[in-house]
């Protein structure tokens, strides 16, 4: 897997029995992770009971079912375990077992019971099932489903990659040249016309070359080098001005002869001519 593969951890928490809805929960998570997780980068890691109560997990999967009717505290727990999810904006899908009551039969106070538990949150995914079959199509469905659709898998999808350091230029001037210097030279050498660009905007300055911003840094330190190589190649030759108002500047006949000893040639229309 490439080092961009983002992780999701999923809690799977149940007060009472539910060894049948853990393994249908996780082989679930296991096919979802095998059929998208290279298109899409990311992977779901199921996390048990044996994870701490308070850490934060960007799914929590709860189930009330079995014969092991939870206690009073354990369901207390459980509830604010729940509302401690979605209070940080994060989504949980939510299960009843029709095994431990009839929640779509004529049971109107367990039905009356499941409405009110839904209205304390409102913002979960609240929903019943009554057997292997019609849970593991549901939580497949409802799994998909807050996987694209939900605000917290949303911006975590958005969220742009951050850019790669960039390495330091070695500070040593091993040749005529200071490698900052060498470095705006190199890049402009692969352009097609062998152009460089120079501005100041907002007080920050700007050399281009090549199709890339060379300045990366915007302290003082940093402009002082950029603009001082700017300027040894400028006024020692190896560079010429190439007009619009002095923004813009080409690699002049010197500067390719410098670049040779570098075992660099130039490329496109300026190769055509000979390197001017």
């Not at 897997?1 to 009472?16: E, F, H, N, Q, W």
């Not at 059929?35 to 709860?62: Q, W, Y």
């Not at 019971?113 to 409102?122: D, I, N, P, S, V």
């Not at 469905?141 to 850019?163: D, N």
Request: hydrophobic content about 40%; overall charge negative; glycine content about 8%.
């Amino acid at each position: 897997m490439p080092s961009t593969v983002s992780l999701y951890s999923v809690k799977i928490a149940c007060p009472g029995d539910a060894a049948m809805e853990l393994i249908v929960a996780r082989d679930v998570i296991a096919q979802w992770n095998a059929h998208n997780s290279l298109d899409e980068k990311r992977i779901l890691l199921p996390l048990g009971e044996d994870v701490a109560g308070d850490a934060e997990h960007d799914l929590l999967l709860e189930f009330f079912c079995g014969a092991n009717i939870p206690t009073e505290a354990e369901a207390a727990a459980a509830e604010e375990e729940i509302e401690s999810q979605l209070r940080h904006g994060r989504p949980a899908l939510i299960y009843f077992s029709d095994a431990r009551a009839d929640f779509s039969g004529n049971d109107a106070l367990a039905r009356a019971a499941l409405e009110e538990f839904q209205k304390r949150h409102m913002t979960a995914t609240v929903d019943t099932y009554g057997d292997e079959k019609e849970f593991r199509a549901k939580f497949a469905r409802q799994l998909e489903s807050v996987l694209k659709l939900h605000e917290h898998f949303r911006a975590a999808a958005e969220k742009p990659a951050p850019a790669p350091e960039a390495k330091p230029l070695d500070p040593r001037r091993t040749g005529p040249l200071d490698p900052w210097a060498q470095r705006i030279l190199v890049e402009a050498c692969d352009d097609f016309e062998a152009y460089i660009g120079r501005s100041v905007m907002g007080g920050k300055l700007r050399i281009q070359a090549n199709g890339k911003q060379l300045v990366e840094q915007t302290d003082a330190e940093s402009l002082a080098k950029w603009e001082s190589a700017f300027n040894e190649l400028l006024h020692g030759g190896y560079i010429r001005d190439a007009g619009c108002n002095g923004q813009l500047f080409q690699i002049s006949p010197k500067g390719f002869e410098f670049l040779k000893t570098l075992g660099k040639t130039p490329v496109g229309y300026i190769a055509e001519l000979g390197g001017m």
